[in-house]
């Protein structure tokens, strides 16, 4: 690959056609963060975390009249139990007359089981209300999907755009939970975007306290063992969840085997409950807030586990809201962080075994910089690791699914085109289905199968762009960077189509 190819490819999301690299690449590259818009027309369109928590709300409240009208939902029939509704009655009448409330009982236990065949008369309304909160839920996600998808091909700083989607999955949510499908394309939008060329503590603090992150690792839920809340309501369920504590430690900051251990997981956790968000927030804690800002980050004294904490050998004081901050804010500047983080930008830009120099090379950045993100960008670019001519990295279906668009001049996408493709690809965009987010190494994309779809939607691809000369393409899009082999098989194709979709499968379109 040249320097050009390189800069379009690797730090890039491919050329356009027309796109030409003007004089130094590394300075080309660069130069893109003196272009980059945080706040894009489409994304400025694109739906926002305040009305998609309104309309949360709203399907909450739905939820509690519908409760309030038919009572609470019908406890399903036992395992085993036939839903059919000639099951024999008799020997499960006794079973199901409520008895005596048992102490710490809530009347919903008390209900019997469904009958088989028996019909909840709010399961109607339930079903009515869930299926327009879940169409809304898509269509949201979908327009998100497609901002997302237009910022890419569109952009004029394509770098910092893969940088966007780089932090999108260090801080992986999963759209499976029904509570974020929507927010997901928001905590991108808002947490991450501005941040993207700023301090890491920053981008760290706006994602952890963005409801899509909340909600997805349980943290609204949340109780202090010894809380005021926790004290009062002795009959309710109520604890501690670490899942966010966990993650911020294992996954965002620090990294595994770091040297941080389960009691600084737990005593972090303690110090973050209280976090968690105004009116979408389930759990106990929902029946005492009194925010009406939907959406809006919000501290529950009340649920918090008063006291100091002791986190990684270093007491952080009782101060409420403030403790978990002062303990976030720490981690953000942790050396672990930054092996953490310069490991993962070297694994990205410069092969799935990060080269170690170019990893301390970032480290140090990292660190002398209190992670100033341009200060580590500029380290990156500067590495020689990342330039090497060979290339170092298989393009993810996201990657390679950009590439292709951008390379056809593609500058309108209709919303659940790019979910669709996307899902066919594997690797359906902001649902990773675990924390850690999508692997970010050959292994995990270059099955034959997956290569297959690829070659499929190449087809499809090609077939719909109309005339296209792909060996005057070419060289656009990888300047003095096509191998012959590719080169005889454009040459040698029956038709523009077929060359087109040869050149958008082509080992220069697949790997960076």
């Known amino acids: 690959m040249s320097a050009s190819s390189i800069a379009l490819n ?93 102490p710490g009982a809530s009347p919903a236990m008390a209900q019997p089981p469904a009958m088989p065949g028996a019909i909840d008369p709010g399961t109607a309304a339930r079903q009515e209300a869930r299926q327009a909160i879940g169409k809304q839920s898509r269509n949201d996600y979908g327009a998100a999907v497609a901002a997302r998808t237009m910022a890419a091909l569109t952009g004029d700083a394509p770098f910092v755009e893969r940088l966007v989607h780089f932090w999108a999955n260090h801080f992986a949510v999963s759209t499976e939970k029904f509570e974020v499908t929507a927010l997901a394309g928001p905590m991108e939008f808002e947490a991450i975007r501005p941040h993207v060329l700023g301090n890491f503590g920053d981008m760290l603090n706006a994602v952890e306290r963005h409801p899509a992150m ?57 110090a973050m409950t209280g976090w968690t968000v105004a009116g979408i927030g389930r759990g106990p804690g929902a029946r005492i807030q009194d925010d009406s800002r939907a959406g809006a980050f919000l501290f529950l004294d009340d649920v918090h586990q008063p006291g100091d904490r002791t986190v990684m050998g270093k007491l952080y004081p009782a101060a409420g809201e403030a403790q978990a901050q002062a303990v976030l804010s720490d981690l953000a500047v942790h050396p672990a962080t930054a092996t953490h983080i310069a490991t993962k930008l070297a694994r990205h830009f410069a092969g799935d075994t990060p080269p170690p120099a170019m990893v301390a090379r970032l480290k ?11 200060t580590v960008y500029r380290a990156l670019v500067a590495s020689p690791e990342a330039w090497v001519a060979q290339p170092v990295k298989f393009k993810s279906p996201w990657e390679w699914y950009v590439s292709t668009q951008r390379a056809l001049g593609t500058t309108t996408v209709q919303p659940g085109v790019t979910v669709g493709m996307m899902n066919q690809l594997g690797q359906p965009i902001w649902q990773p289905g675990q924390p850690i987010g999508y692997d ?38 990888f300047p003095a960077s096509i191998s012959p082999l590719t080169a005889q098989g454009l040459a040698r194709a029956e038709s523009p189509a077929q060359a087109l979709a040869l050149l958008l499968v082509a080992p220069e379109s697949i790997r960076r």
Not at 41 to 59: D, F, H, K, M, R
Not at 455 to 460: C, I, K, N, P, T
Request: aromatic share 6%.
């Open 440 to 477: 970010d190494v050959a292994a995990a994309w270059a099955g034959p199968d997956a290569i297959m779809r690829r070659v499929e939607a190449a087809e499809r691809f090609a077939a719909r762009a109309g005339p296209v000369d792909a060996r005057a393409l070419a060289p656009t899009l």
């Open 10 to 102: 690797r730090f890039g999301l491919g050329a356009r056609p027309g796109d030409a690299v003007a004089g130094d690449p590394a300075k080309w590259v660069l130069a893109q963060c003196e272009r980059f818009k945080s706040r894009p027309a489409v994304v400025a369109n694109a739906p926002s975390t305040a009305g998609i928590s309104v309309g949360l709300v709203a399907y909450y409240a739905q939820e509690k009249a519908i409760r309030a009208q038919f009572g609470p939902r019908m406890p399903k029939a036992p395992a085993g139990m036939d839903a059919k509704p000639d099951v024999a009655a008799p020997t499960m009448s006794g079973a199901m007359s409520p008895g005596p409330l048992a």
């Open 214 to 270: 909340l909600l997805y690792l349980d943290q609204a839920v949340s109780i202090g063992p010894d809380s005021p809340f926790a004290v009062r309501k002795t009959r309710r369920r109520t604890g501690l969840n670490e899942n966010l504590a966990r993650e911020i430690m294992e996954l965002h900051t620090l990294g595994v085997r770091s040297g941080y251990s389960q009691a600084d997981v737990t005593e972090f956790a303690r």
């Open 364 to 374: 140090t950045a990292f660190l002398k910089s209190g992670g100033d993100l341009p």
